[in-house]
C-alpha cells in the first residue's frame, strides 16, 4: 500500500484547512487509517484515527472538537478536515494506514506510511 498526503499550506490562525491522503496498491477499505504529525524538535504524535467500517474514530485532546477524519472508500482517500486552526497545529502532517480493522494510537501499530504534507499556521 503506497499512501501519499497531500492539501497542506500556510493558513491563518482560526482557518480551515482539508488535507487528504489517496492510497493506492492495495484494498483500502480492509485498512485501519491514522494521521500524524510531527512538529520542528517534537517526537511524532497522534491525531486522529478511523476504523475499517467507518463506524469508530478516535482523536487526541489537542484536536478534538476542531478537527475530524473521514474517509471515501470508493475513492481510496482519506481526510482530515481541520477548523480552528492555532499556531500550535504547525507540523508536517502524514497518514498511516494498518491492516486491521480496528483503530490505534500509537504509531508503531501501523505498517504503511505516506510523505507529509506541511501545514503551516502563522499570522
Known amino acids: 500500500v503506497q499512501l501519499q498526503a497531500s492539501g497542506g499550506g500556510l493558513v491563518r490562525p482560526g482557518d480551515s484547512l482539508r488535507i487528504s491522503c489517496a492510497a493506492s496498491?492495495?484494498?483500502?477499505?480492509?485498512?485501519?487509517l491514522g494521521w500524524f504529525r510531527q512538529a520542528p524538535g517534537k517526537e511524532r504524535e497522534f491525531v486522529a484515527a478511523i476504523s475499517r467500517s467507518d463506524d469508530s474514530t478516535f482523536y487526541s485532546d489537542s484536536v478534538k472538537d476542531r478537527f475530524s477524519i473521514s474517509r471515501d472508500n470508493a475513492r481510496n482517500t482519506a481526510y482530515l478536515q481541520m477548523t480552528g486552526l492555532k499556531l500550535e497545529d504547525t507540523a508536517v502532517y502524514y497518514c498511516?494506514?494498518?491492516?486491521?480493522?480496528?483503530?490505534?494510537?500509537?504509531?508503531?501499530?501501523?505498517?504503511?506510511w505516506g510523505r507529509g504534507t506541511q501545514v503551516t499556521v502563522s499570522s
Open positions: 498511516a494506514a494498518r491492516d486491521s480493522p480496528t483503530l490505534a494510537v500509537i504509531a508503531g501499530l501501523y505498517y504503511y
Open positions: 496498491g492495495g484494498t483500502f477499505a480492509g485498512l485501519g
